[in-house]
């Protein structure tokens, strides 16, 4: 059955529709040309605006991780009930919501497609047990590859040839979309209950360095043509200062040949956090404009904001020590979860408070980043949730992107620091609606290489959102509005089907989970094979037939074809 | 036909080395399993319930499975416990259950760890998958715990005698103690072994806690240990490289319960200030930890919940199948993979006997002979598939190499057919 | 009184929980030489259990690892005949350090169908 929406207001910046009144057509679950409207299911989009179904490139929806969040906080899930429905089930929210509610929340927001920021591969089939239960959505997720054994094995020995093919492996065994990295080096010698410092700093049992395995890592990912660059979350987060590290960081991955077809080599996550000046956290204000100069002047660089929300979060990240150093700051109760051979996790809460200096900082930074770096489809929304805060905050993210005011309100309420420490109240650049559809779904589509997600060309997915929200009449001061228009669609079109209507899910089909089958010659992976049997044999504690992931995990799934198969 | 690299469905460790030999449709040898897993395998057509039974009487599947949507449909608080024994699906239908009927959902951690979970609430707690055990440890201390009765190959396998990584010469390369009431086997394997006065570890915990600080003091013995080894033990855990502790039922179920865990995480949070250290409940069952996990993923909480209102409640103590069962809460009872009637103290088991109990199980045991409606199901892990997460969290997949006898489900399938007839009856 | 799971248990009642070998490996009580000595426990008596929530009598027999005064009751049907249900508001009955008697005595062990029976009946 064909569905048409009509008359509504279109930004769909691949496209180049930039507020256009448009029809839109969608059958058999694409979109499709404009077609005859005869026994098609009309939408009338008049006075709307319809944008593709937001893609969200990082969050924390699924794994151990977040399950230990969930699992943690009690106290946060009795802030947030949710009621089962006739056609939804009950559950939680708030910052480690449970998983149907997840996929229920995105999709109100317009959201169709979230990728899990970090999978830890032991725990994929984890993830994957999730993931399936987190409907509407489509999703994907990044295995950790920055202090995986192999990983640094390769790099010590300098053989690209072995970490592409161990890249491919992995991205297969534990059906993972991207290679992410997570404090490179740092999390290994955490193992041990240190850390690394800088980027030349040592990985201790492998005498290599947090740059080695970021560069070899970039230049294995750009070869193989993974349709991701690599996720990076840069080492010293959390320090101020640090916006050193994170600009050299950057730098350091200028040399490497990005795969035909896009300039970026790396995106940068949640870059607040690691876009710190000062020496301490009594003196710590923004690095923003650094960050944002540098990525204003090379084009191999995209990053996400990471935005602060003044609430009280869970933060979770795969940065082992960087939570050991948040539970001694705050006294908070701790999870450390450390992963055999591959990867680590911390998880504490945290509340981000309006009278709190470094706090309101903080928010500036990520806002200052936002408004400093020119180019759009460079930088992308996000609140690394639950790190910054829940994601159900994004339409209050949108407000003070989209409105100087919304931001000026705010800063009211704060803690001076934001004031005299960044430059946002400098700012007055606000984010048009074309603007919001890039860093919330055309830009982070295109980054992840999802081709057919982001916008609404013929033989894109049928992932359509339309918000109660007349662009052509509404003005920055209305922010409120936005916050409203954005929480809650009038539609939210999944695969064709309407899932979402006037703010309420209808329907709850499950979405497809998307994952990368990289090829490689057979002589390497063969060469490969031979290591890993016989070091998972030495040092794993499950053996290497039970460790891929199996089919039965994905029931709905997309298989995107790298390196040489494709 | 071989089979190799099975998962065996018995407790925690969750081996995945076992080697099952195969012989028309029988399982004729098990090798790499532990006695208790031997028995398993070997012994898991033996004893059989014969056919699903309501009152005693043998019946068709059909008819069970209307007789149990029929209590449950008509129940104001049903109980559904169990779930340890089986795998992630079933657990997951049953999730479904308690809510759709509004009743409450309860595991067996709520007598196991279901403390270490309080605690981690409270405190939270510095784990690791068991690799790292094995490649770096060379400080084990076992509290309260005894692998060689319960865990039989975790000291093989992961704990004391694996050569790793970074502990080339296995065992010789640990150092062991045991902190325990009595010498139990495992303490007689390990280089110390302190013995503790009962319900005594909270105080020893926290002087251990004292002394990592750097704090005096001044007593003889705390616990009944004497102090000389209680400096020693805590010298001990700041010169190793990577310590871990491993606790059982012995800090879970004595009197401080929560509170014995919360006093040893907090111990392990302060030596991380000093090395690397970690502690690791001995989880029980199979797939304890996978009921905990799923439960956790779809309500947010671990054990304990309550639906009645619509949307997931948490309250351990009060919805915890004991003390739903203490006060006489329950009008109904769907049990999965477990024995209540056979491991929950005589006032608690009691109450069984006055509701209707739908049990699902593969043998008969003390709680199918207290129940109303009995369905036999496959063994998951040798007759069904499914996801068990083993005690340090990592999921693995469970085989099914045996048809289960003719007419005989898994407990996902039954639970399945229980939802749609739930379903059903309500329009 | 301690309880606590053992090999034997785990071997029994994967035969299943009516086999012969599962009522052995939980209708006892493991004691110390020192207390078998003290209460003069022969071979052909058996033992009565009693904590302040009830008693039942079981088998016994002797471990070394235990010190006088400690018992050790594997845990099951026999053991939940003495523990208490209230759990303190922690869904988790204490199982361990409990305060419990002994006393040699000629009553018979009860098979397990009288326990259930016993359950079944309320008392």
């Not at chain 1, 993974?226 to 050299?248: A, D, F, Q, V």
């Not at chain 2, 055990?133 to 396998?157: C, M, Q, Y």
Request: some cysteine.
């Amino acid at each position: 059955m064909t569905l048409v929406i009509k008359n509504g207001y279109v930004y769909d910046p691949l496209k180049g529709i930039n507020g256009e009144q448009k029809d839109i057509f969608i059958k058999e679950g694409k979109i499709v040309e404009e077609t005859s409207e005869k026994d098609a299911k009309i939408i009338d989009a008049e006075g709307k605006t319809v944008m593709p179904g937001g893609v969200d490139l990082h969050s924390h929806i699924a794994g151990s991780k977040i399950n230990i969040g969930r699992l943690l906080r009690p106290e946060d899930h009795r802030k947030d009930v949710v009621k089962r429905g006739k056609n939804t089930r009950g559950g939680v929210g708030y910052s480690c919501p449970s998983t149907f509610i997840t996929g229920y929340r995105y999709a109100e927001m317009g959201y169709t497609s979230v990728m899990e920021a970090a999978m830890p591969p032991i725990g994929a089939r984890h993830v994957h047990e999730e993931l399936n239960d987190t409907p509407i959505i489509d999703k994907a997720a990044f295995t950790l590859f920055g202090n995986n054994y192999f990983t640094l094995k390769y790099v010590k020995e300098g053989d690209i040839e072995k970490l592409k093919a161990f890249i491919a492996w992995l991205l297969k065994a534990t059906r993972g979309y991207a290679v992410k990295i997570v404090n490179a080096g740092g999390v290994e010698n955490w193992k041990w209950g240190h850390n690394v410092s800088g980027l030349d700093g040592k990985v201790e049992d492998y005498d290599i360095t947090p740059r080695q395995i970021i560069k070899m890592l970039a230049q294995a990912n750009e070869e193989l043509g993974l349709p991701h660059t690599i996720h990076l979350h840069c080492n010293n987060l959390g320090m101020p200062g640090n916006y050193k590290i994170t600009r050299e960081t950057m730098d350091t991955l200028k040399e490497i040949k990005p795969k035909k077809g896009r300039s970026a080599t790396v995106h940068v996550v949640h870059c607040q956090f690691n876009a710190l000046a000062g020496d301490n956290w009594m003196n710590v204000k923004s690095g923003a404009p650094y960050i944002a100069k540098y990525v204003n002047n090379h084009d191999h660089v995209t990053l996400d904001l990471g935005q602060v929300i003044f609430t009280d979060t869970t933060t979770m990240t795969g940065d082992g020590p960087w939570q050991f150093a948040l539970w001694n700051m705050t006294g908070n109760k701790w999870v450390n979860s450390d992963v055999e051979m591959e990867a680590g996790a911390g998880v504490v809460p945290y509340t981000f408070k309006k009278n709190n200096p470094a706090n309101s900082v903080q928010w500036g930074i990520g806002l200052e980043l936002a408004l400093s770096v020119k180019d759009p489809w460079k930088i992308y929304m996000t609140t690394d949730h639950p790190n910054g805060g829940p994601f159900i905050y994004y339409p209050q993210v949108i407000a003070w992107l989209m409105s100087r005011q919304a931001r000026t309100d705010t800063m009211r309420e704060l803690n001076r620091a934001c004031l005299k420490r960044t430059g946002l109240s400098n700012l007055y650049r606000e984010y048009s609606f074309n603007d919001i559809a890039i860093v919330t779904r055309a830009g982070t589509a295109k980054a992840l290489g999802l081709t057919e997600k982001g916008h609404l060309g013929v033989g894109a997915d049928g992932d359509v959102a339309i918000y109660d929200i007349d662009p052509t009449s509404w003005r920055p001061s209305q922010y409120d509005k936005l916050i409203k228009t954005f929480a809650k669609t009038s539609y939210t079109i999944k695969n064709g089907e309407i899932v979402v209507k006037d703010g309420e899910v209808v329907s709850a089909p499950m979405g497809t989970t998307h994952w990368v089958d990289a090829k490689m010659p057979q002589e390497i992976e063969e060469e490969l094979m031979k290591d890993l049997e016989r070091d998972f044999k030495q040092y794993y504690t499950v053996s290497l037939k039970n460790y891929p992931v199996e089919d039965e995990y994905l029931p709905i799934q997309k298989i995107h074809k790298a390196g040489g198969g494709q | 036909m071989q089979y190799t690299d099975i998962v065996c469905p018995f407790c925690g460790c969750l081996c995945d080395d076992l080697e099952v030999t195969i012989k028309d449709g029988h399982i004729e040898s098990v090798k790499n399993a532990c006695t208790i897993s031997q028995s398993k395998f070997m012994n898991h057509h033996e004893n059989r319930i014969n056919a699903p039974s309501i009152n005693g009487k043998e019946t068709e599947l059909e008819k069970t499975v209307e007789k149990a949507v029929e209590i449950l449909a008509s129940a104001r608080r049903p109980l559904i416990y169990g779930l340890s024994s089986t795998e992630c699906g079933a657990i997951s239908k049953a999730v479904e259950i308690a809510e759709f009927t509004g009743g409450v959902l309860d595991n067996t951690s709520s007598v196991c760890h279901g403390p270490t979970i309080l605690a981690l609430q409270q405190v939270g707690e510095s784990k690791t998958t068991l690799g790292e055990v094995k490649n770096r440890a060379d400080l084990v201390v076992f509290w309260g715990s005894n692998p060689t009765e319960a865990h039989l190959r975790h000291i093989v396998r992961y704990s004391v005698t694996p050569k790793g990584m970074y502990v080339q010469e296995g065992k010789k390369d640990r150092k062991i103690f045991v902190v325990d009431v009595r010498e139990t086997r495992t303490a007689k394997m390990a280089d110390k072994f302190l013995k503790i006065d009962h319900n005594k570890d909270f105080e020893l915990l926290l002087a251990l806690r004292a002394l990592i600080r750097g704090e005096e003091l001044k007593a003889s013995q705390i616990a009944g240990v004497p102090i000389k080894e209680i400096k020693t033990l805590a010298e001990e855990m700041m010169k190793a490289k990577f310590g871990v502790v491993f606790f059982g039922l012995g800090l879970t179920q004595s009197d401080g319960r929560h509170m014995n865990i919360d006093a040893a995480v907090g111990l392990v949070s302060e030596l991380n200030r000093k090395t690397k250290f970690v502690l690791t409940p001995m989880r029980g069952h199979y797939n304890v930890a996978g009921a905990n996990t799923v439960t956790t993923w779809q309500t947010g909480y671990p054990y304990a919940v309550d639906f009645s209102t619509g949307y997931p409640r948490y309250n351990p103590g009060e919805f915890t199948a004991i003390d739903v069962l203490n006060r006489g809460e329950a009008d109904a009872a769907l049990i999965i993979a477990s024995d209540p009637g056979a491991t929950f103290p005589k006032d608690a088991a009691k109450h069984l006997a006055q509701i209707p109990v739908i049990t699902l199980d593969q043998k008969t045991t003390p709680t199918t002979m207290l129940s109303e409606v009995v369905i036999p199901v496959a063994t998951a892990g040798i007759e069904a598939e499914g996801t068990a997460y083993r005690m340090d969290g990592v999921p693995l997949k469970l085989s099914k190499f045996i048809d289960a006898r003719e007419g005989v489900c898994s407990d996902r399938e039954v639970l399945d057919m229980i939802i749609a007839g739930l379903k059903e009856a309500k329009q | 009184m301690i309880s606590g799971r053992t090999a034997k248990q785990g071997i029994g009642l994967e035969i299943g929980k009516l086999s012969k070998s599962y009522a052995e490996s939980v209708n006892h009580v493991q004691l110390s030489t020192d207390d078998v000595k003290e209460l003069a426990l022969e071979k052909t008596h058996n033992l009565r259990i009693s904590t302040e929530h009830g008693s039942v009598t079981v088998n016994w027999i002797i471990d070394k690892g235990l010190s006088a005064g400690m018992v050790f009751f594997p845990y099951g049907p026999w053991a939940n005949q003495v523990f208490s249900s209230n759990t303190d508001s922690t869904g988790m009955p204490i199982m361990k350090g409990i305060p419990a008697t002994i006393i040699p005595t000629d009553d018979k062990v009860q098979e397990l169908n009288e326990i259930i029976e016993k359950i079944r009946s309320g008392a």
